[in-house]
């Protein structure tokens, strides 16, 4: 990650600039306050961002009057719920910069007969329409059809403006954590905290209805809750990408949403599943047989529930792009090989997509 310095104008924009550059600091060190302080610290110094006006001492201050860092003389700087939100907002700006402000979102069917907006579709009254839906115009047309004006309306005679359905939506988004996400010298895992916090932000203001999960696979599957999303890291795991799928599942069986999804994001083939006595089977080399054949076997079990699986891979490895090609091929879903720096806007495109159409 890279970041480009120039002169500050006023200070009102050397503090927005700071604190982009804090938060940017913060998504990379896992949340961790401390580190991102000392690394600013060190960044100001070296390339003159403190002065007599506002040096670092004034920074510190000003985050803790805005009430997004808290402890320090109390114990060790961490985020306060305030300063997590910031961080999932500027994670929202950043990987979906086109977003209109204000408003909220539902996503709209092509069928009618829901709760949304009226449409310039009618149809004839039925038992339980509301009367503020009544077309006057058809109405009135039908009825002069039918009598002349020589005999009183009838319901015969009442149509009802269509509106549209909406219907909500259930994500659960799969994050790998194996040892890979920051291998050979490349960081996958601040990409891929920046893509949660900006879906976890997008769905909270936007789509209320909507619901989003967060499940990690390692060697194990393990949801987190989303307040735990910036402090996400990798470990010594290998991936296990059915535990994974597996939890998703469960998840979504237990949401009301009629749109059920999961969006996958992985560097790295499965290379581990658990045997028939639940102990972890692991083979990093090549592909295993066994570890792909129960993977397709989630595949599968996905697409017959109607679940739609968004895979994007950040490989441009031939032999690991025919794996997920035959994934993707199997639960009928979509994959994506990518890059990290490109992410985000694969997601932005595919997520409000998906969103839009109602899983069958």
């Not at 670092?56 to 009430?67: N, V, Y």
Request: net charge positive; charged share 30%; glycine share 8%.
């Amino acid at each position: 990650m890279h970041w480009r310095y120039g002169a500050f104008t006023s200070l009102d924009r050397r503090i927005r600039a700071l604190l982009d550059l804090f938060r940017r600091l913060l998504l990379a060190l896992s949340g961790n306050v401390e580190r991102a302080l000392e690394a600013l610290h060190e960044i100001g110094d070296r390339y003159d961002l403190w002065d007599d006006e506002f040096g670092f001492e004034d920074f510190t201050r000003l985050l803790e009057r805005r009430g997004e860092v808290q402890g320090g003389a109390q114990g060790p700087a961490r985020l306060s719920p305030r300063g997590e939100r910031a961080l999932r907002r500027q994670a929202l700006l950043e990987v979906f910069p086109k977003l209109k402000k204000g408003g909220r979102g539902e996503h709209r069917l092509r069928q009618g007969g829901g709760a949304g907006e009226p449409t310039d579709e009618t149809r004839a009254y039925g038992f339980g329409d509301a009367l503020q839906d009544l077309d006057t115009t058809r109405t009135l047309s039908n009825w002069l059809r039918r009598t002349g004006g020589r005999d009183y309306p009838a319901e015969e005679d009442l149509e009802v403006r269509e509106r549209e359905a909406s219907t909500s939506c259930a994500t659960v988004l799969l994050i790998d954590v194996s040892h890979s996400m920051t291998l050979y010298g490349e960081d996958r895992m601040t990409p891929a905290r920046r893509v949660a916090l900006a879906l976890c932000e997008l769905i909270l203001t936007r789509f209320p209805k909507d619901t989003l999960d967060v499940v990690l696979f390692g060697d194990e599957a393990v949801a987190v809750p989303l307040e735990k999303l910036p402090y996400v890291t990798n470990g010594p795991f290998h991936t296990n990408t059915r535990a994974g799928l597996i939890l998703a599942q469960e998840i979504l069986r237990r949401r009301k949403g009629k749109n059920r999804q999961i969006v996958m994001i992985t560097d790295g083939k499965p290379s581990a599943i658990h045997d028939e006595n639940g102990m972890l089977y692991k083979n990093p080399f090549g592909l295993d047989r066994q570890v792909v054949a129960k993977t397709l076997e989630e595949a599968v079990r996905c697409r017959r529930k109607g679940i739609s699986v968004t895979t994007f891979m950040m490989t441009t490895d031939p032999y690991l792009q025919q794996f997920v090609t035959t994934f993707s091929e199997t639960c009928k879903g979509k994959a994506y090989l990518a890059q990290a720096a490109r992410l985000e806007s694969f997601v932005l495109v595919d997520f409000l997509r998906n969103r839009r159409r109602r899983v069958r």
